[in-house]
């Protein structure tokens, strides 16, 4: 009998609580034994409490009661203030630091949490974007569009026009060099353009600097202090100025082709963005801004890279002019919609292989700057509606513009009002399409495509030099094996190798992969993509980089 007393002392000892804080379950077994003030062990006091009379038991279980339920209350208390500070999180800056100063209004682009972009207007000079401030932004008349190459046209202009000389060498230590001279007569000076890898050099001598006219190795030196050859062979073919003003303006393109990006509220994903199939009203007034909607079935403009025969890239597209640039919209809505697919790639190999785009945003949902993950993407501009209702005075609403790009893509005109409002559709327009212009020439300079232009010249460089030395040969009644060879395998006589390996260069899909550090599959079999796919992510870097006349004879529809 007393050990069965003792074995329910035993379980008096301790209790067991059960609660439950943040979808956890906690089980605490509080003992009553204070060994060292020397109290009672709990074990003799439970046995008194038994044999004590009712009134006095009753006493002793409430005040034991309260004592431990206020244990229990601080236990719980401290374990529900760590858990809260466990999911304590800090704002990024933006949202901690300036929503307060703008008003209320989320700011219209939010920063990279891993950094690597510019916005422009700063965060901090968000604070005044109302549509009835005083607007000091420039007038249409002084947007200018920037030129890519700006001295890619002189040997076009200066020369072809004159009685010139051209001269090829290889020189050691610099490559292959093209040299060309042209003597101005009526201002009696020397025209001279030195052609390297890297760049072109050009510059204008008087003759009273020289005792007689100098030789190519000395106009070459002049220009470039590092030219080390000895001498230069003479180009007598005919059709070099051809191939000459080919490689110069390899460069220069009056096409560009442009992303549209339709951001509703409450969309911060990729998925999000690209997965919208409907267009507002107040979106589809926003394209009409920037051009016409055409039907992409025989169409005869520049198309961008769209499918204009089958279909596959869509029935619809929005195509504009604009001093003299034909330029084509890859509007997300527009594409082809993919039932089952999140990532939306039928979509997002058009506008992923874009440099700039353009998202128009419906509400206050900010646009994050690494929200599409690209390796061309460099810039957006993003368009938010400022005022959902009409402005009085003009009765067309206010559009809110601000312009995100990569840390080494340098800024670019022009230069957003303060505010950057615009209430006036077709100041808008100038200033829009200018802005995606200088955008994408501007991107041109960053490191991924100074790397992929600088590969590319050096190729053609390298192929012009050698095309050029080659047929100068055949006209002087030396043949060369590589000529020879042309000859049997049918190559007529001037039509332009240099041309085709032109062709080459810029259509070889691994220059992307190499140059812009994409990770290549070498382990398992990958599916090869579709040829429409391939010739798309070809196409981008044709159209960016090639001249009109050779993107036109490559065009992969026409080759199909």
Avoid at 83 to 96: S, T
Avoid at 98 to 123: A, F, N, T
Avoid at 425 to 454: D, G, M, P, V
């Amino acid at each position: 009998m007393e050990g069965e007393r003792r074995e329910d002392a035993s379980f008096s000892r301790k209790r067991s609580f059960t609660f439950g804080a943040y979808g956890r379950v906690f089980h605490f077994l509080v003992y009553s034994v204070d060994t060292e003030s020397g109290a009672e062990p709990a074990e003799d006091k439970t046995v008194d409490m038994l044999e004590s009379p009712v009134n006095e038991r009753k006493s002793i279980l409430s005040a034991s009661n309260s004592q431990k339920e206020t244990e229990l209350f601080e236990i719980i208390e401290k374990l529900q203030g760590s858990r809260l500070d466990e999911q304590r999180c800090e704002f990024p800056l933006p949202l901690k630091s300036q929503l307060l100063m703008i008003g209320g209004e989320l700011p219209v682009i939010l920063p990279s949490k891993l950094g690597g972009y510019w916005i422009d207007p700063p965060l901090e000079r968000l604070a005044d974007v109302s549509p009835t401030s005083s607007h000091h932004g420039l007038h249409a008349d002084g947007y200018e569009i920037m030129e890519r190459d700006g001295e890619a046209k002189i040997y076009h202009q200066f020369f072809r026009s004159r009685y010139h000389h051209s001269f090829t060498a290889v020189d050691p230590s610099l490559g292959p060099l093209v040299l060309s001279v042209c003597l101005e007569e009526e201002d009696n000076r020397m025209r001279v353009i030195l052609r390297m890898k890297e760049c072109s050099l050009h510059g204008v001598f008087s003759l009273t600097l020289f005792p007689g006219i100098p030789s190519a190795v000395e106009l070459a030196k002049m220009l470039c202090d590092k030219v080390t050859v000895s001498k230069f062979e003479v180009v007598s073919y005919l059709r070099a100025p051809v191939l000459i003003s080919a490689f110069d303006e390899h460069r220069v393109s009056s096409n560009f082709k442009f992303g549209v990006l339709y951001q509703k509220e409450d969309q911060f994903t990729e998925e999000d963005i690209l997965g919208n199939d409907e267009e507002s009203e107040e979106f589809t007034e926003f394209l009409s801004i920037l051009g016409d909607t055409v039907q992409l079935q025989g169409f005869t403009g520049f198309r961008g890279g769209l499918d204009v025969c089958h279909g596959q890239t869509g029935s619809e597209a929005v195509v504009t002019s604009f001093h003299g640039k034909e330029i084509m919209f890859h509007v997300a809505t527009k594409l082809p919609f993919t039932d089952g697919d999140p990532q939306q790639l039928q979509r997002k190999r058009h506008i992923g292989n874009d440099i700039v785009a353009l998202v128009y945003q419906e509400g206050q949902t900010p646009f994050l700057a690494d929200v599409i993950k690209s390796h061309f993407l460099h810039c957006f501009i993003v368009v938010r509606r400022a005022q959902r209702k009409e402005t009085r005075d003009t009765g067309q609403a206010a559009y809110q513009i601000c312009i995100t790009a990569r840390e080494d893509v340098p800024p670019f005109g022009p230069v957003l009002p303060e505010p950057p409002i615009f209430t006036d559709r077709t100041l808008l327009r100038e200033f829009l399409l200018t802005k995606l212009i200088n955008a994408e020439i501007s991107c041109y300079k960053a490191e991924q495509f100074s790397r992929l232009e600088l590969r590319t010249r050096s190729s053609l460089l390298e192929s012009l030099q050698a095309e050029l030395s080659t047929r100068s040969q055949c006209m002087m009644g030396e043949p060369s094996p590589s000529s020879s060879a042309e000859s049997v395998r049918g190559v007529p006589e001037g039509s332009g190798g240099f041309i085709e390996n032109f062709k080459r260069a810029i259509r070889v899909r691994s220059h992307s992969f190499e140059t812009l550090s994409v990770p290549r599959k070498i382990s398992g079999i990958s599916p090869q993509k579709p040829k429409a796919e391939r010739d798309a992510e070809s196409d981008k870097i044709f159209d960016c980089l090639g001249p009109a006349e050779v993107r036109d004879q490559a065009s992969p529809q026409e080759e199909t």
